[in-house]
């Protein structure tokens, strides 16, 4: 079965993307910070990772630095999510999609499919 | 005031500058009791909040009064007051970050200390004519600083609540739009009701979009623009789409048989144009149909929208593109009128592009906005902001 984190801060938002993947398929594991999710990947790297932003204690950028420094996590796909617009100095490498929310499932299964197709 | 005293105007400012910093305690405490007794913000505040950049306020006046010149020391646009004019600054930034303060409140506070140097030195029998003059100038002109960096930085602080608050509006939107996609999916009775609620998660999503962008231009930050090498045949069938579906047989759209190329922003051009097509139709003559076209020569292309009805008065054309205005006949009816941020983003986009937006409105011709745009097909125009 193919396993997605979220690191979303946002609950209700959380619990709804959960919804989503898990009606396609997914096993879903959910984090409210990129400190949580690091400590949840780091054993058993999922084969997708969907995160926020903007979060308390690590943020989406500082998780996604930190994942590409560790040799387990550097290959995890991410698709990030956030209210604002792709922030500058985010490298092209670094994500492999980005969602500015308010986004539609279907552009968001789109670009979950394209992201593990591209694996 | 001081008339018979021996001293000459000199001494008196020396011996009023000294007055002042022999007392800068007596001075702040006298000017603290007042504050805190007559102006609300001040009552709970810090001793020190309170008092920040007071002291260099008293020091730099009694500097002024002992400067040789009577001219210098009365102009209030000496050069050697930069230390007051950033302490002065500074105290006003820092009074639009504490609670409950207006700008007459910061106003306030310096006139009151104004009012308690003048008694000190009233009091030592020294107030002279030129010495009430320099106390005045500096007075004026502290409050000149403060005053309008409170105004600014207050302003900041709002644009920066406002794009946090609508940053933040995405989110419960999104929860929103998901949670009624998923509805949808599984109820094919509340099929058309998910729907309404998908249009207006979308229409709020738009609305958001705009504020946000207004503030940026209203910040003077610019929009940021993508360009890439694209045809605007199609940004213009994607801009028209959503309108003639709302307003079927309404919009009209001439295009030339030949491509209109370049290096655009398609998303941003878009925008712009159903801004203009949104306004063609809210303001526009409803029996007549709402004209796009599109024209293209060697180094630019010309995106116009044109309407009949009620022209925009002349005098309105020259503030319509700036942000939040309105013209006069607009104010009579804050419904119809929107935002008021449609036009300013049209001409941040074009502008953006390196080209200009142009309004023609009279009775006879109707009323045409044209966008022109360089196709910079021979120069590298990449990824940039706008130089709004």
Known sequence: MKKALIAEDEIDLLQALKTVLEGEGFSVTACKDGREAINMMQDSPPSLLITDLMMPRMSGLELIHEMRSRNELKEVPVIMISCADLPDGMRDEDIQSFLRKPFSVRKLLREVNRVLEGR | MSESNTFSDLDLRHKAADCIDNNLEPILSAWESEVRRNIPAARYQEKILLRNHLLPYLTSLSERLRSASVKSARDRNAQDQDFDASANEIHGRLRATLPGYSIEEVIDEYITLRQIVTDFIEKQNLLSQQVLEVICAVNEKAIMHAATQFSSSLQVLRQRAVSMLMHDIRNPLNVVSITAELVKAKSESQAKNMDTVLANAAKIDKMV????????????????????????????????????????????????????????????????????????????????????????????VTISVHNWGHPIDEKDQATIFVTFARSQDQEKNFREQGWGLGLAYVKAVAEGHGGEVKVDSSEKKGTTFSMILPRGLDSSADEGKSGS
């Open chain 2, 209 to 300: 979009t705009e504020l946000l962008d207004a503030v940026k231009l209203q910040a003077g930050e610019g929009l940021e623009l993508r360009f890439d090498h694209c045809d605007l045949h199609q940004t213009i069938k994607v801009a028209t789409e959503g309108a003639s579906l709302a307003y079927p047989g309404r919009i009209e759209v001439h295009f030339p048989d030949e491509p209109a190329d370049g290096q655009f922003d398609t998303s941003g051009l878009a925008r712009a144009v159903e801004n203009l097509i949104s306004n063609a139709i809210k303001y526009g003559d409803s029996e007549e149909k709402v004209l796009v076209e599109l024209k293209v020569s060697p180094d630019f």
